[in-house]
């Protein structure tokens, strides 16, 4: 059973630019959320994709959006990158919506200039 | 203040000894979860929790969920150097697996 993948692993990005990060499922996971970690600190839910549709949203401003495809895997963008974007981004999926524990990819490291 | 706050934010425990660390949120809890993680790596799924006065083992960790406290507290017993890492609680506040983390606490075992 494969678990969730994240790409690119690490990323390096200047001020004003746009990035698109990569997620696949794990097997028989229809459910992604993403999340932001500043260092320091604990992951921030950014949104969640179900079945192809945004599933809720965190505190966090339209310039970060995402998709989900008919295979389940999903990609967050972020445009107009600002330095506090610098983080570590979390994908998690799980098969389905509650009651199941989620399982997260090894994230990708993203540093702006 | 944080949803949920954890304590202590860090702590060095003596390889062999006992350590606990605890969860209270200021919301009302649907389901808590417990994960841990190594340095810039992602989370690994400990245990879930979802009902009052539910408690859960897994070799030497243990996590046990007060309800009408609103708390969670992680257990481990005889502590060894591959329980280093950063423990995280969760939140999922009215189902639907859209997690509220605590800040993390960074363990250290001596060896």
């Known amino acids: 059973e494969t678990g969730v993948t994240q790409s690119p692993t690490h990323l390096i990005k200047t001020r004003g630019q746009q990035v698109t990060?990569?997620?696949?499922?794990?097997s028989g996971h229809n459910t992604v959320s993403w999340y932001q970690q500043a260092l320091g600190q604990g992951p921030q839910f950014i949104f969640q994709y179900y079945r192809e549709e945004?599933?809720?949203r965190g505190n966090f401003p339209p310039r970060f959006s995402g998709l989900q495809f008919p295979n389940y895997s999903s990609e967050l963008n972020v445009n107009a990158l600002e330095l506090d974007d610098s983080a570590l981004y979390l994908c998690a999926s799980s098969p389905g919506l509650s009651n199941q524990p989620q399982h997260f990819g090894d994230g990708t490291r993203l540093s702006i200039l | 203040s944080q949803e949920l706050e954890q304590s202590p934010q860090s702590?060095?425990?003596?390889?062999?000894?006992?350590?606990?660390?605890?969860?209270t949120s200021s919301k009302t809890l649907y389901g808590l979860y417990w994960y841990k993680q190594k340095y810039g790596e992602g989370l690994i799924f400990l245990m879930m929790l979802q009902k009052g006065g539910e408690e859960k083992s897994h070799e030497k960790i243990t996590a046990?969920?007060?309800?009408?406290?609103?708390?969670?507290?992680?257990h481990i017993t005889a502590s060894q150097p591959s329980h280093a890492?950063?423990?995280l609680c969760g939140a999922?506040?009215?189902?639907?697996?859209?997690?509220?983390?605590?800040?993390?606490?960074r363990v250290l075992v001596k060896p």
């Open chain 1, 21 to 26: 990060l990569r997620c696949s499922s794990q």
């Open chain 1, 54 to 56: 945004e599933n809720g």
């Open chain 2, 11 to 23: 702590l060095i425990v003596q390889e062999g000894k006992n350590l606990t660390i605890n969860c």
């Open chain 2, 64 to 74: 046990k969920l007060d309800e009408k406290k609103q708390q969670s507290s992680l």
């Open chain 2, 85 to 87: 890492g950063i423990y």
């Open chain 2, 92 to 105: 999922d506040r009215a189902a639907g697996n859209k997690l509220t983390f605590g800040g993390g606490t």
